[in-house]
């Protein structure tokens, strides 16, 4: 554990890492174009409990909203775009008290940043126990090996 603190401390010390602050994105991500040409995090972490073996299926006010945002994104065109040859790519990060999430994104001509590709999962067995520096390292090797 100190090694790996050690090793993320240098990363970020060099300028090749740096800690972003976003918004509490989860388990399931869909980006969202908003009308003011803004992506937004759409969550989709209340159905997760719903698929569960054993839960009784309830509809509430979070699962409606969640929908109703799935809803809205799938109306609208992919802000999904085609990773482009010689750019660098941007990777975030996200660990959750259930969930990990990561975003692959490169800066477009304007110098805005558009989004290749996501993928994000649930926090199963000990996972959701384990430190946040270890939750935020398994989602950095979730993210990499899965993209």
């Known amino acids: 554990m100190e090694a790996i603190e050690a090793e993320v401390k240098k990363l970020i ?3 090749f ?21 803004k992506i ?4 989709c972490q209340p159905f997760s409990k ?4 054993g839960v009784s299926f309830v509809w509430d006010e979070a699962c409606q909203k969640a929908f109703e945002e799935i809803k ?4 609208n065109p992919s802000v999904l775009v ?18 990990l999430s990561g975003l692959l994104a490169q800066d477009d001509e304007n110098g805005q940043e558009q989004t ?5 999962r649930t926090l199963s067995g000990a996972e959701p126990h384990y430190p946040l520096i270890e939750k935020e390292c398994l989602a950095l090797v979730f993210t990499v090996q899965n993209m």
């Open 13 to 15: 010390e060099s300028g």
């Open 17 to 37: 890492i740096c800690e972003e602050k976003h918004p509490d994105w989860v388990a399931n991500i869909a980006p969202v174009m908003k009308k003011n040409g």
């Open 40 to 43: 937004r995090v759409c969550k």
């Open 50 to 53: 719903l698929m569960k073996k």
């Open 72 to 75: 809205q994104y799938l109306s």
């Open 82 to 99: 085609a990773p482009k040859s010689g750019k660098p790519f941007l990777i975030y990060i996200r660990a959750t008290d259930h969930a």
């Open 116 to 120: 290749v590709y996501c993928l994000s």
